[in-house]
């Protein structure tokens, strides 16, 4: 199946789960994403990138509905002063910790095989 496919397939699924569930069940989703990967390299970008676009997806609506009241007043606490900036480094922590927890999905069914 073609990359993109995937990815929108998975992100069709972790979206309502995202979005009605706390945060790390999406890890947990990311770690069986990797369990399923051909190979670590696959199971790092599928797992990073259907994290990464879910969130982004939550982030956009969330800012959209009012949210980028609460967004300026923690730039400005965290001393950023931008709200972008603030989104922009909010997008780095799932390309993280989705990535780590695909690669850990993939390394425990190989160490389970």
Known sequence: MN???KIFIFVLILFPIL???PWW???IYCLIIGAFAENNKSAIQLSSSTLTVAW???LIYRWIIGGEILMARV???MNVNNSFILAFAILLLPIIIGGLSGLTGKLIR???N
């Open 3 to 5: 990359y993109i496919k």
């Open 19 to 21: 979005y009605f569930f």
């Open 25 to 27: 069940t999406g890890v």
């Open 56 to 58: 982004a997806i939550i």
């Open 75 to 77: 730039a400005t606490m």
């Open 110 to 112: 190989n160490a389970i």
